[in-house]
């Protein structure tokens, strides 16, 4: 029986058939839809203004390295943190105004940047003084409201504001920054907001060390942003981690230091996901990769002996440090133990740096036991050298090594006399070592040495070398090396180095340096006398025709000086990188109108001078050359005290004809500075005129004289004023 169908099934039937029809005209309809385009990539462009100011004003020690932190800040973010040269600006002992000059420079280069797809970062860095208040560069206050007002001026997306300075954790509280270790996450293509990093609490002081030469803030900060920072081991640094990093090795380098525990502290306000990153090693190839045996504490120093890295390394952890291309030293150091190692970080892969490198740094003296060569056991072991009881060969003759005497006893041992015709070689040697081509020792050297060629001593040298080619001492010393050719001390050198030639001490040299020719150290405590002398850091002084110095906390005695900063710099022409530079026009009443430039440290300078008088017949020329004495009457230098003595020649006539009378002058003047590098001065005068026989040029000065001694060769005294400008 055929069943009929009723309305309610028919319904139902056209429902499921319009149901279905709908499925297939959306299945249709999304197959022919294109699918959505992909977002594209956004670059990110970076922008840096790091600033150094060691003027705090009145009451505030000048600080040694807020300079120099703010090149290490900006070198590091150049090299690993893709800041272009064209994006950095730094600034270097600015005020107020420059600073935010420097400030409204950048919105300027950022708005000049703009581009669709590109989002763009800011990194301010600030090293100098500070209060709980604000930014004090150069003693003059810009408060932390106006420093994020001209932070906030720059159209970018993210700022990241690193403020190393005494209580600029104060920051941090404008917007609910808390003083604990950081935690951050943000997305470095989504992330919008800033992030201000400070090295302490609002109630502490920022201390720097001359150990490190740098802030202790800034030294592990720059070290963690080098990949010593980078927990994960991807090759990327965030500022999550450079934080944590930083804020750790900051409290435990500071916690027993006078100043006190340091905490840094930050305040955050950004939105997104991820992590921000800072600096990328991936983009670097010159490295040097720690490998997993290294254990303690690593320090690592150019061949210049800046450290430039430190950092605890754990065991079965594999890092990184993104460095310049060049010679480095690196000491490990352990609770009973101080190894070294020396290595080259080549600009093409890098280097790798791994336990068996590393030899200790001092001899210990020990019980040898057994025959094996303990040196050489030590080297590749890592343990100390033992040399205490090895076999002593008193006698030593040697042809060329290894035809010597010594190699009936195993082919080493400790000499008391060691003569060799074209060589000799010792494994210790303690007495007199004589050889007409090379005397090598392998260990130390508590004698003589003498050779007609060269002398060469592996670890540590008490006694003196002498040769008539040239000396190398790869360990220390305590004595001296001469040489009528060339001497080198790959280490520290307690003593003195005398050659016709050059001298080198590649490590630090206590004593004194001197040569004819040319004298290189890294670091000298004493003296340096030559044609030509090249040092890092001087305690001491430094005498010949040219010398180059980084700081000199002594004398520069020379035709040409050139230092980073110097003491006392006297010289034709002394360039002083932190020194002073001024330019004066004044009047007095020997010249109407002078001429004189200072230029030398920042409390030692050479004074040359120059002007015209009105003589009674023409006009007369002076020309003055002295040393002088700056000294601030505070802290900001706004008022300052000079002090000179000059000599110089008098000429009668303008055209250079006549006689040259002499005028011997010394000069106090005050200074009074009205705005930055415009100083208003004024003085009195000592001075004391010598004529010639033929022209006694009574009308010299129109201020009362007297005469001492007789005839027309007496000389003339009287006080002076004067009154200039000086820029």
Known sequence: MMRRTTAGEWGRRCGLLAAACLGVWATVSAAATPPPAEEPPVTLRRFALLVGSSEGGEGRERLRYAGSDALAMSRVLGELGGVAVADRVLLLEADRKGLLGALERMRVLVEAAAADGVRSELVLYYSGHSDAEGLLPRGERLTYAAL??????VPVDVRIAILDSCGSGAVTRFKGGVHRPGFLMDAASQVRGH???ASSSADEVAQESDAIGASFFTHFLVTGLRGAADASGDGRVTLHEAYQFAFHETLARTERTQGGPQHAAYDIQLAGSGDLVLTDLRTSRVRLTVAEDVQGRLF??????QLVAELQKPAGRRLALGLEAGRYQVVLERPSQRLEAELTVSPKGGSELRAEHFVPMTLTRTAARGGTDMRAEALSTGEPVVLGDMPSVPFNLSLVPPLATTALWGGGGRNHLAL???????MQLQGLGVAVGVGWVDGTVEGFQVSGVANVAGGEIFGLQTAFGGNLAFGGGTGGQVSAVFNMAERDFTGFQVSTTANRAA????????AVGINLAERLAGAQVGLINISGDV???QVGLINVAAEVRGVQLGFINIADDVSVPIGFLSIVRKGRFVLELSADDVMPLSVGIKYGSRTVYVLATTGVGIGEDSLRTFLNMGLGVHVPLDAADRYSLDVDLSYGSWQPNFYGSGPKNTLFRMRATLGWELKRRFALFGGVSLNAYDPSSQDEDRNVSWLPQ???G???GGVRMWPGLLLGVRI
């Open 507 to 514: 490590a630090r040299l206590r004593g004194v340096q001197a």
């Open 300 to 305: 690592v120093r150019d061949w210049g002996n």
């Open 706 to 708: 007297w005469k001492l």
């Open 710 to 712: 007789r005839g027309p």
């Open 420 to 426: 060799g015709a074209l060589g000799v070689r010792s």
């Open 148 to 153: 994020k007002q001209g932070l906030g001026a």
């Open 539 to 541: 305690a001491g002084a």
């Open 195 to 197: 992030a201000y990093l």
